[in-house]
């Protein structure tokens, strides 16, 4: 059946990067979006980027803007998160998740609902930290 497997979290310094990583199986990257979300300690799950079902094209939350970089690689069924300029706000557990039903961009953008989602990695742990 469909699994995502999330990757690449760690301890990380204010202002480095890092590369999360979703792999996928059972699944079909051509006709489906997919979105990162994160879960910060004590806060709700909340979206933060995403490949949108409807035209494709890839969208952030205004709070990680111009810092981070979803991207797909087909080829290997893997979903990519880069983010770059980390700040201690964006500690958190990390999720790669779909919603077979509508658009997975809605909770980044519209600030809907993340219990839409269909399926879900179990995260990955990113730490920002001095």
């Known amino acids: 059946q469909v699994q995502f497997v999330e990757s690449g979290g760690g301890l990380v310094q204010p202002g480095g990067s890092l590369r999360l990583s979703c792999r996928v199986s059972?699944?079909?990257?051509?006709?489906?979006?997919m979105g990162w979300f994160r879960q910060a300690p004590g806060k709700e799950r909340e979206g933060v980027s995403c490949?949108?079902?409807?035209?494709?094209?890839?969208y952030h939350a205004d709070s990680v803007k111009g810092r981070f970089t979803i991207s797909r690689d087909r080829a290997t069924r893997t979903v990519y998160l880069q983010m770059t300029n980390l700040k201690p706000e964006d500690t958190g557990v990390y999720y790669c998740?779909?919603?077979?039903?509508?658009?997975?961009?809605?909770?980044?953008?519209?600030?809907?609902?993340?219990?839409?989602?269909?399926?879900w990695g179990k995260g990955t742990l990113v730490t920002v930290s001095s």
């Open positions: 490949i949108s079902s409807k035209d494709g094209g890839t």
């Open positions: 998740a779909t919603d077979f039903e509508g658009d997975p961009c809605n909770p980044v953008l519209r600030g809907w609902s993340v219990h839409a989602m269909d399926y």
């Open positions: 059972g699944f079909d990257l051509d006709n489906f979006g």
